[in-house]
């Protein structure tokens, strides 16, 4: 059995069960109905609540990859034009060499 969100026991209110309301509606989730869990411990009402969350998360790590391949390719441009940079000062003899 579930402790509700304002159990009280021993002089002070414990806090609410993590099964008591909806990861994302907050809507109440009854003992006589299914739970719908994600990523070990949050619980949905519904599929379709589940679900929003799923895409939800994909977006915001499909997000992350893109700026951080963003700032990993500007890194490197960095390092190509400051290796170019320092290819264009360096001095480059060419000719014949005779060694005797």
Not at 13 to 27: A, E, G, I, M, V
Not at 31 to 54: T, V
Request: charged share 30%; with cysteine; aromatic share 8%.
């Amino acid at each position: 059995m579930r402790p509700s969100a304002s159990h009280y026991a021993g002089g002070e209110y414990n806090r609410p069960h993590f099964l008591d309301s909806c990861t994302l509606c907050q809507k109440h989730l009854s003992q006589n109905s299914d739970i719908y869990m994600y990523r070990g411990n949050a619980p949905f009402c519904s599929q379709e609540c589940r679900q929003e969350q799923i895409e939800m998360d994909e977006a915001k790590e499909k997000r992350w990859k893109i700026s951080s391949s963003k700032r990993s390719s500007s890194v490197r441009q960095s390092k190509d034009s400051t290796t170019e940079e320092s290819d264009t000062n360096k001095a480059v003899r060419t000719g014949t060499v005779a060694v005797a």
